[in-house]
């Protein structure tokens, strides 16, 4: 089954890092672009940025909001995408997914998988 | 970056009513739209791509339409289990921004 699994949320200090993991099963995760999206409580759905696949090139896209401090990275040998967020703010409080766009031959079309969240508490 | 508005906010019909939200684009986005449901507490879950290309498995009673700047979804036939927030997305260049989102109630 394709799936996507996150972790690494929890409660940390305005001005820390914290580095999130999103866990790729049932597909070819190296093809795959690979994106971010973030939503407070409450709130409506931020997108935060995406990481090419290696063959594209491997680059990376992000928000306004969280240019210079997030830095999205993949491993494609333990198929995991990672977004490691630097100074923090309470304003990057949010549920965290991640999601991605799969082609599925038998159904000829593109499938997109969501992780079930992440959640990120900014707190003194 | 493309800034993305829907309208109305939120809204609130009968069941088996009919249902439309806009989206519209701050630029020319051509089709490239997605539609999408979000109930609470669950990840969202993409309805429809390409401004009108309904995905497989979601019931004929949503629709979209639109290019360029302006788009609509349609609910034709609400149902109980539609109670959810919808957003638009467009994918025409990075960053991807999402629509403030409609609730819809009954």
């Known amino acids: 089954d394709v799936q996507l699994v996150e972790s690494g949320g929890g409660l940390v200090k305005p001005g820390g890092s914290l580095t999130l993991s999103c866990a790729a099963s049932g597909f070819n995760f190296r093809d795959r672009w690979m994106t971010w999206v973030r939503q407070a409580p409450g709130q409506g759905l931020q997108w935060v940025g995406r990481?090419?696949?290696?063959?594209?090139?491997?680059?990376?896209d992000y928000a306004a909001s969280v240019k210079g401090r997030f830095i999205i990275s993949r491993d494609d040998s333990s198929d995991t995408l990672y977004v490691q967020m630097n100074s923090l703010k309470t304003e990057d409080t949010a549920t965290y997914y991640c999601?991605?766009?799969?082609?599925?031959?038998?159904?000829?079309?593109?499938?997109?998988?969501w992780g079930q969240g992440t959640l990120v508490i900014v707190s003194s | 970056d493309i800034t993305m508005t829907q309208s109305p906010s939120s809204l609130s019909a009968s069941v088996g009513g009919r249902v439309t939200i806009t989206c519209q684009a701050s630029?020319?986005?051509?089709?490239?739209l997605n539609w999408y449901q979000q109930r609470p507490g669950k990840a969202p879950k993409l309805l429809i791509d390409d401004a009108s290309n309904l995905k497989r498995g979601v019931p004929s009673r949503f629709s979209g339409s639109g290019s360029g700047t302006y788009f609509t979804f349609t609910i034709s036939g609400l149902q109980p289990e539609d109670v959810a927030t919808y957003y638009c997305?467009?994918?025409?260049?990075?960053?991807?921004?999402f629509g403030p989102g409609t609730r819809v109630d009954i």
């Open positions: 997305q467009h994918y025409e260049t990075a960053p991807h921004t």
């Open positions: 990481i090419k696949s290696k063959e594209d090139g491997g680059t990376t």
């Open positions: 630029q020319d986005i051509r089709k490239h």
């Open positions: 999601y991605t766009d799969i082609w599925v031959g038998e159904l000829s079309e593109y499938v997109q998988q």
